[in-house]
Structure formats: C-alpha cells, structure tokens
C-alpha cells in the first residue's frame, strides 16, 4: 500500500495565493496571546499559509497511501500547528480533521506507534467539546470497539508487543459524546449478555461500558440513552457488597453520568448508600483494628471520580447530598488531625484538595460559562449562595487540620484557596487567626510557615473589593508587618515563604501613597477612608522595617562561619 513519492509532486509551495484565509471565515479558536506578540500583524498570513500547506500536503499524502513518511509528516505539522496557532481554522476544516485521523487510527493493520501518534493529535482536535456539537459531528463507535479489543484485550498483550503507554492513550481518545444517539441501545444489546457477577467477563463489559456509553446527550434523548441501562446498572452496583473489581469502573461511569447530567437523574434513593460506600473505600482503620485487607486497597474508588460524583449530587430541593457530605466529614475530620498519620493519609488529602476545585468549576460553569450546545443545568438545581456557604463550612474543619499535616501543607492550601473563592467571609477568618497567633510565637516556625502558604493562597480573596467580606483589605498591613519575623537566613523554608508571601501581596495591592484619596474620590466605601487614613504612615514604616530587617537585623544573626561571601557582602553594605 506503500506508493513511493515522485520528486516535485510531494509538496506544495507554502504561500501560494490560496493560502490566505476567508474574512469571513471564523475561526474555531485561537490563542489569544499571540495578539501581544511584535509580529502579530503578520501571523495571519503566516498562519494561513501554514494551513494551506498542511491541508493540501496531508490529503496528497492520504490518496496516495503515503502513510510514511508522508501522512505521519503531516500530521506532526498539524500538532505543531495546533500549539502555535491553536485551532486557526474553520469549522468545517476541524470537522474534516477529526474524520480523517479517526480514519487513521482505526485503520486495521497499522502500527502501533503509527497509531499512537495519530491517537494524540486526535485527542487535541477533540478536547474543546464545546467547539463541536452532537449536530455537527457523529463519530460510528464499532471501528474504535475493534480497536479497543485488539489493544487492550489481545492474546499477545501479555507479551509486550505493544507500546506501555499505549492503552492509555486509547482510553483518552474516546469521544462517546459523538457516538450516534442509536449506539446505545446497540452496544447494549452486544454486552449486556456479558453481565453476570460470578463470571470473571463481567470486568470486560462493565469496564467497555464505561468508556464507550454515552452521556452527554440532549433530554429529548434520554429514552435512547443513559435511561435503557440506568436501574439496571445501579441494581448490579446494589447487590453486590464485596468490592468486586469491576465495581470501581461502574462507579466511574456513574459519576461521568452525574456530571454530564445535572438535574436529570434522580439520586435521591441512593445518595445514603453511595455516601456510606465512599466511606468504605477511604479504608480507614476503625477500633483497635489497624490493619485493612488487601483486596479492599486495590479495589478503593478513584478519588477523581469520587468528587464529580459528589459535586453532581449538591443542590437542589432540600440539599440531601450536602447533608450527607457534611456528616462524612464529620466522621472522618479526626483522621485529617498531625497526630493520625498512615497510608489512608494521601487519599484523604486528595479528596480534600479536588473536591472544593471541584465545586468551584461547577459554580462557574452555571453562573458564568458561555451558552453552548451543552445542555445547562436546570434552575432548581443550580448551587445558591446557601449551599455554597454550608458546602464551606462542611470542609473548612478539615483543612484547618489538614494545615498542620506531617505530609505539608499544599492540600490544604489549595483546598483553602477555593473555599475562599465559594464563601471568603468563611474561610478566611479562622486562617487569620492562626495566621496571626503565628506571628506573635517564635517557638513554632512550622506553624508560620503552613498558615503563610496557606494566606499565599487566599491572597486573591482577601484583597478583592467583594460585598461578601469587604474587611478583608484591612489585614493587608498588618500581615505584611508580621510576616517581617519570617525573613530569617538560618531557617531558607520560612525565610522563602515570607518572601513569596510578600511577593504576593505587593504584586495584588501596588504600596502607593493613597492619603489623598478622599479629597478627590467622593464615592470611596467606609472602609476605603478608614485604610487611606491608615494606609501612608504603616506603608513607610512597613518600607524601613523590611529594609532594616534584611540588610541589618537578621542577617547580622547568621551562624555561618567568618568566611561567609553572602554574609560578608550583607554586613559591609
């Protein structure tokens, strides 16, 4: 199938007079920051002429069978050009890009890294779901099923004829929301005689389900979609108490079902049960016994996972899910204590950290996403203020443990870091308390150091002029005043702290003279006249004691020995 390239017909000048795009074509999306570039004026003809070549070259390379080195080129300039220019094209171009490399990949006989390759490029060109619609694209789900058997479920894969990496590229390339609306009830009817709990290929058909069933489907489609197979599926999940293997992957595509449809699926009957099942797989010791079977830390649920299925479950009449998670997290709050420390530990950090990012994206996808061909989120579903301030107050004990913890203070800070976007005036006032309690000790560096980098987090939210806690440009000064403590040569992690702390705060809130604010703004805020009164003489006296704390206090203390460059060139300036 080979077909040698004659000399002169394999390419095509780059800028011939067809390589410029169409006014009037919009393109798909593009990066945004290559407007600030010095030569932006000429990447549009740059870019067009790119593109020319590539579409013209690449379907030369295709009808003649060039799969090497011609296609596999082509492609390689396409990925190139994706990170260059991002998806510069129309879309009838990114349309006809997808069908071709789903072509490629799910020709038989190709070789694997040949494949592989491809595979990647597929999956740039399909990550923007909300740059394509079920209306504009339909993808068959059989070519890609034979695929997928070959691969993953090969007589020779136990040999190591294919690539490590390689499976799960393929699993990241599957794009069921194109999937026609009558593949479901096909791909049912092709393994649903695979269900059967005491049979080992009830791991094979639970874990194709939950890759191939598609979810993100219209609410006039329903019937045809993820209502042909729901009730079955949870009565299998139901019925079963021993952690099976599969039963992971059924959780899996229960939580991608969850967040595809917001408000359309009525969890309400389980929501106790799937609350006390995620408690059982955290594997926490319990009692006197500290020891947990190995089958159980195999088979625990994917954390990731774990929090879409959570966050889907928040809002709506009554808000039972908000219940039950604030429960959970009463029960397992001890477990986030310095003193408790063991291998549920990273499991548990992980859950704190993703779950209020989590709600944080969900929140922005409802109150501030783009209208799309997505279908929203029902109104008596969405997440109010109420439930925002209970889901934070539900988590915040936690991560206040958790600040402290033995494995660092990242997770909490990050966790901190987005509850202070859902509620401010929750989550940062008991941060400000430790904050400051810090400060004031010098027998606790550590605890300086966990409560800095969480406040390094929460910087954002302190400063902004929000109505939710208008005070908390108050603590501006005065934590830049106590943070001065930190600047200390003998102990670099506090003493790199202190500075990004600084570093933060100065970059968000520019030290200008202010104090004549007043006289020229007359619709300054309560609290903007108390800090232009406050602001001028703390800023100086803020200036003088850093400068004196880092060129003469603290580094006139370093215990290193006489012959020191660094102190010796401190001390004579």
């Known amino acids: 199938g080979r077909v040698e390239e004659q000399p002169g017909k394999g390419r095509q000048p780059a800028h011939h007079p067809s390589s410029r795009m169409n006014p009037s074509v919009i393109p798909q999306k593009e990066l945004v920051y290559n407007g600030l570039l010095p030569y932006s004026d000429r990447l549009d003809r740059e870019a067009s002429g790119l593109l020319a070549d590539i579409k013209s070259n690449l379907s030369r390379a295709v009808l003649l069978r060039e799969l090497w080195p011609g296609v596999a080129f082509w492609c390689k300039k396409l990925l190139s050009f994706l990170k260059l220019y991002g998806r510069r094209f129309s879309k009838d171009d990114h349309i006809l890009f997808i069908k071709l490399l789903y072509e490629l990949v799910t020709l038989p006989g190709l070789e694997p890294h040949m494949m592989q390759s491809y595979a990647r490029l597929l999956i740039q060109l399909l990550k923007k779901k909300e740059l394509l619609s079920r209306d504009d694209l339909q993808l068959p789900w059989r070519p890609l099923h034979q695929l997928y058997e070959k691969v993953v479920h090969s007589k020779t894969e136990h040999l190591g004829l294919h690539l490590l990496a390689w ?7 599957f794009s069921s929301r194109y999937f026609p609306a009558s593949s479901t009830k096909e791909m049912l009817d092709e393994w649903r005689p695979l269900l059967c709990v005491f049979d080992s290929v009830m791991q094979k058909a639970i874990s194709t389900m939950e890759l191939f069933l598609p979810t993100i489907m219209p609410p006039e489609e329903h019937a045809q979609g993820f209502r042909l197979w729901f009730d079955e599926l949870m009565e299998f999940w139901l019925s079963v108490q021993n952690q099976p293997s599969w039963e992971g992957h059924l959780v899996n595509l229960f939580a991608r079902l969850a967040n595809d449809n917001i408000g359309y699926v009525d969890w309400t009957p389980y929501i106790p049960t799937i609350f006390t099942r995620i408690l059982r797989s955290l594997n926490l010791p319990v009692g006197v016994s500290h020891m947990v079977g190995l089958r159980y830390l195999t088979n625990s649920y994917d954390i990731g996972h774990l929090v879409l299925w959570i966050t889907a479950l928040l809002g709506g009449p009554g808000n039972l899910a908000q219940k039950e998670l604030s429960r959970l997290f009463n ?131 302190l400063v902004a002029p929000s109505e939710h806690y208008p005070q908390g440009r108050a603590h501006v000064l005065p934590l830049l005043m106590g943070s001065l ?36 703004h007359s619709h300054l805020s309560e609290v903007c006249h108390r800090l232009s009164h406050q602001a001028q003489p703390n800023t100086f006296r803020y200036h003088l004691t850093f400068l004196r704390s880092t060129n003469e206090g603290r580094f006139r203390k370093c215990k290193c020995p006489a012959s020191c460059i660094y102190c010796h060139q401190s001390n004579r300036s």
């Open 485 to 520: 403590q930190g600047v200390d040569p003998n102990d670099f992690s506090k003493c790199m702290i202190t500075f990004q702390f600084i570093t933060t705060f100065t970059t968000l809130v520019p030290l200008v003279d202010c104090s004549s604010a007043p006289a020229r």
């Open 167 to 173: 499976p799960s590229v393929l699993q990241s390339m």
């Open 331 to 461: 029960s397992i709050a001890s477990f986030y204590h310095p003193s408790n420390h063991g291998r549920w530990q990273s499991r548990l950090m992980r859950l704190l950290q993703r779950l209020p990012a989590s709600v944080v994206r969900r929140a922005h996808r409802e109150r501030h996403a783009a209208p799309g061909w997505i279908t929203p989120v029902p109104e008596s579903q969405r997440l109010t203020d109420e439930d925002l301030q209970e889901f934070t107050r539900s988590l915040t004990g936690a991560a206040l443990l958790a600040m402290f913890s033995k494995t660092g203070s990242t997770d909490a800070a990050f966790a901190l870091q987005n509850l202070a976007l859902l509620a401010p005036q929750l989550a940062i006032p008991p941060v400000l308390e430790k904050t400051y309690a810090a400060m004031e000790t010098l027998t606790e560096p550590h605890a300086l150091t966990a409560t800095l980098g969480c406040m390094i987090g929460m910087a954002r939210s």
